[in-house]
T-cell receptor
């Protein structure tokens, strides 16, 4: 079956512009995660959706970052007024509840000029 | 305090030899899960192996095994018979219950270990 997909695969934007990153999780997966990975670094947690529960937004670095998940499936991560330090690979992942493995998408490479 | 600690920024191993990548974790929960992922230069995150905190046996997946020592809070990855294609970044991660304990929360990652396999 299809894995986690993300679009766009690459995004170049100018400082101050808004960007939207999309994630399509594996069908039926109730949990969805967004992570950020800067060059040569580990994965920084951003936000986590689990079913109908309130999302865990504890990793969002500022109020310029927001995410939503519509209909328990597709998720959009929005970065407003982008800054150069927002440049990174944004990874989405999904899993079934509880003990299932977590599957990652290929990521969106964001470059803010 | 770091939740997941990988103390080896880089490791080198000869092809066909075994290598151990270290991972220690910090949690007060009794129920948690430990994961290892491989990230080659292409950037994809590849799931390797999973160990549940209540699993009595160490997890194994082909050439990968997880040396789980619960009392020491360590979950080291052992790769046997290393291959050139094993050269990559390796991440250890832990999943704990979400607040309220009704479901599992986010996955927290270590900083990673770069493994280089020499021919």
């Amino acid at each position: 079956g299809a894995g986690v997909s993300q679009s766009p695969s690459n995004k170049v934007t100018e400082k101050g512009k808004d960007v939207e990153l999309r994630c399509d999780p594996i069908s039926g997966h109730t949990a969805l995660y967004w992570y950020r990975q800067s060059l040569g670094q580990g994965l920084e947690f951003l936000i986590y959706f689990q079913g109908n529960s309130a999302p865990d937004k504890s990793g969002l670095p500022s109020d310029r970052f927001s995410a939503e998940r519509t209909g328990g499936s597709v998720s959009t991560l929005t970065i407003q007024r982008t800054q150069q330090e927002d440049s990174a690979v944004y990874l989405c992942a999904s899993s079934l509840a509880v003990r299932d493995h977590i599957y990652f998408g290929p990521g969106t490479r964001l470059l803010v000029l | 305090a770091q939740k997941i600690t990988q103390t080896q920024p880089g490791m080198f191993v000869q092809e066909k030899e075994a290598v151990t990548l270290d991972c220690t974790y910090d949690t007060s929960d009794q129920s948690y899960g430990l994961f290892w992922y491989k990230q080659p230069s292409s950037g994809e995150m590849i799931f390797l192996i999973y160990q549940g905190s209540y699993d009595e046996q160490n997890a194994t997946e082909g050439r990968y095994s997880l040396n789980f020592q619960k009392a020491r809070k360590s979950a080291n990855l052992v790769i046997s018979a290393s291959q050139l294609g094993d050269s990559a970044m390796y991440f250890c991660a832990m999943r704990e219950p979400a607040s309220g304990g009704t479901s599992y929360g986010k996955l927290t990652f270590g900083q990673g270990t770069i493994l280089t396999v020499h021919p």
